[in-house]
């Protein structure tokens, strides 16, 4: 098993222009999570998909954030427009069923610049 | 809301055992201890959890007291790759989001 997969690894863009993160979970995983971490804020949990439904957005910081699971191999975080704020190392993880640990990809790690 | 306290920070020397504190005096009775630790550049690791019973697997050890209010994890021989910051948290049976606190900064040196 490949684990959670997901690209690019490094993305360095340009405030203000539309950015697409993907990942791929291990298969047969029920759950899918997004996680972004900074140095000043730690992990935090954006937003979770229970087969391919987004269960809840709550930690989405703001409208230029939206995810996507279109089917049970995919799932992506795009942020638009990017901001230099939005730097981070972003993960994603998914996990099996209840009471399950998490297998975290290695993360996307994003500069705005 | 914190629901765990950890030391920021400890060592370990090499082929010694760590043992790492958790706080959770708050813990509820549905609710597991986890435990997660993060290797410099990667992705958060499940290392182990459980309810009450102690719990070993070929990472770790883990000893919850009696009163479930607190926890110690344990890396029987910590090796130079052990060094990571170990997060212990607390989470509901019916609830399936993980939030990870500060953990705790653990090198080990040689």
């Known amino acids: 098993d490949a684990g959670v997969i997901q690209s690019p690894r490094h993305e360095v863009t340009e405030m203000g222009q539309e950015v697409t993160l993907r990942c791929k979970p291990i298969?047969?995983?029920?759950?899918l999570f997004w996680y972004r971490q900074t140095m000043m804020r730690g992990l935090e949990l954006l937003i979770y998909?229970?087969?391919?439904?987004?269960?809840?957005d709550s930690g989405m910081p703001e409208d230029r954030f939206s995810a996507k699971m279109p089917n049970a191999s995919f799932s992506t975080l795009k942020i638009q427009p990017s901001e230099p704020r939005d730097s981070a190392v972003y993960f994603c993880a998914s996990s099996l069923a209840r009471g399950w640990g998490y297998t975290f990809g290695s993360g996307t790690r994003l500069t705005v610049v | 809301d914190a629901k765990t306290t950890q030391p920021p920070s400890m060592d370990c020397a090499e082929g010694r055992a760590a043992n790492l504190p958790c706080n959770h005096s708050t813990i509820s009775g549905n609710e597991y201890v986890y435990w997660y630790r993060q290797i410099h550049s990667q992705g958060p690791q499940y290392i182990i959890h459980g309810l009450k019973n102690n719990e070993t697997n070929e990472m770790a050890s883990l000893i919850i007291t009696e009163d479930r209010k607190s926890s110690t994890l344990i890396l029987p021989h910590a090796t130079l790759r052990d060094t990571a910051v170990y997060y212990c948290i607390v989470r509901s049976s019916n609830d399936y989001k993980l939030s990870f606190g500060a953990g705790t900064t653990v090198t080990v040196r040689a």
């Open positions: 298969s047969g995983h029920d759950y």
């Open positions: 998909f229970n087969n391919n439904v987004p269960i809840d």
